[in-house]
């Protein structure tokens, strides 16, 4: 039995998102539609600056409906096909979608490679300055437009772990434990494993992989492909006799998440 297209879309999408990322946090799949659909397929990128949006980066690919099945006798002729189209604009929401070719009006049928990208671009985004857009020809584009659009996107996490006595209330005093308790330490072999930092190839975290300043120890773990990297107060540089310990805030105090 052959699946929709809208079934093999999710699967294609599901295939891009790292196994079980969304079970840990939000996805933006409208960040990941390039790579999806675009990214490695042959498709037409096309940039310039609008009088009123600024710059433009619009990506633009001819693609089949439907596959034609083994031993139906269709071909080319008979298949349908769709555009999938995005708008980006420094002013506007990033326009991403598809569109049946057959919807499109043109004065022509189209042709081996379908219709001209100006009746496309017309038709969609007939709002646009079209006459700026240029035909991006350097093979650099592709991966810029991937950085851009996955931007907000991260496969690698910091989160900061303090050791807290029993009786202790404040940060300063958190921060001025220089070593933990046993139970600690379990508790530290339960979020992952304890890794040398000098020579360290994963994430490190702005931990210092080349000498000690940092500490000679971290605690790492990955989470369905996702690389996350413990700042832990107790394997941190402690300095005797001051309450500030500014080694250890530098790297907890800039994690998002901390665990006490």
């Known amino acids: 039995k052959s699946t929709t297209k809208r079934e093999e879309e999710k699967t294609r999408e599901a295939q891009t998102i790292p196994?079980?990322?969304?079970?840990f946090e939000f996805v933006d799949r409208g960040a990941i539609y390039?790579?999806?659909y675009f990214y490695g397929q042959d498709h037409q990128n096309y940039t310039g600056i609008d009088e009123n949006l600024g710059p433009i980066a619009i990506s633009l690919r001819r693609e089949p409906m439907t596959q034609p099945q083994a031993g139906t006798g269709s071909n080319q002729s008979k298949e349908k096909y769709q555009y999938r189209i995005i708008v980006r604009t420094s002013n506007l929401i990033v326009l991403r979608g598809s569109i049946p070719e057959d919807s499109i009006p043109a004065t022509t049928k189209p042709g081996s490679r379908g219709l001209p990208a100006k009746n496309v671009l017309e038709f969609v985004a007939g709002e646009l300055q079209l006459s700026c857009l240029r035909l991006a020809q350097t093979g650099k584009v592709p991966?810029?437009?991937?950085?851009?659009?996955?931007?907000?996107?991260s496969s690698r996490n910091r989160i900061g772990v303090m050791y807290c006595k029993e009786g202790q209330?404040?940060?300063?005093?958190?921060?001025?434990?220089?070593h933990g308790s046993e139970a600690f330490e379990h508790f530290l072999t339960m979020l992952g494993e304890k890794v040398v930092l000098k020579g360290f190839q994963g994430y490190r975290a702005q931990l210092d992989t080349k000498g000690d300043s940092t500490g000679t120890h971290s605690v790492f773990t990955t989470f369905h492909r996702l690389e996350i990297m413990?700042?832990?107060?107790?394997?941190?540089?402690y300095t005797p006799n001051n309450d500030q310990q500014v080694l250890r805030k530098r790297h907890i105090g800039n994690d998002i998440v901390t665990i006490v």
């Open 19 to 23: 196994a079980g990322l969304e079970d």
């Open 230 to 237: 413990f700042h832990v107060s107790t394997l941190l540089p």
């Open 34 to 36: 390039y790579r999806t």
């Open 169 to 178: 209330s404040s940060e300063d005093e958190m921060y001025g434990n220089e």
């Open 143 to 153: 991966e810029r437009l991937l950085s851009l659009d996955e931007e907000g996107l």
